[in-house]
Nanobody, 125 residues
């Protein structure tokens, strides 16, 4: 089992930045693949980005490429999502996810076994 707890969400203006954190426990952090997903009101949960188990490789959805950065700190058992140049369409509940599958990249929801509770990000125009 892996327990995931997100934090860092909030309200920010268009063009601003936020950093989300996801603290993990219950499994060797360096041996799990992790990702961020988001779900806007009335929409399906969608892939944001993923990072390999080592933290050395990342892969992003086109909608966030160049604006968002995922960092996997294996020493702190924490996953980060640095979000810059935020837009109103980035408004959503953001979830971190994890899997024992060490394949990369993996952008499908069904491939992830463990999920956090989510943190709300609201970008005002």
């Amino acid at each position: 089992q892996v327990q995931l707890v997100e934090s860092g969400g909030g309200l920010v203006q268009t063009g601003g930045s936020l950093r989300l954190s996801c603290a993990a426990s219950g499994r060797t952090f360096s041996r799990i693949t992790m990702a961020w997903f988001r779900q806007a009101p009335g929409k399906e949960r969608e892939f944001v980005g993923t990072v390999s188990w080592s933290g050395g490789n990342t892969y992003y959805a086109d909608s966030v490429k160049g604006r968002f950065t995922i960092i996997k700190d294996n020493a702190k058992n924490t996953l980060y999502l640095q979000m810059n140049l935020l837009k109103p369409e980035d408004t959503a509940v953001y979830y971190c996810a994890a899997t024992d599958n060490l394949g990369f990249p993996m952008d499908a929801l069904y491939k992830y076994d463990y999920w956090g509770q989510g943190t709300q990000v609201t970008v005002s125009s």
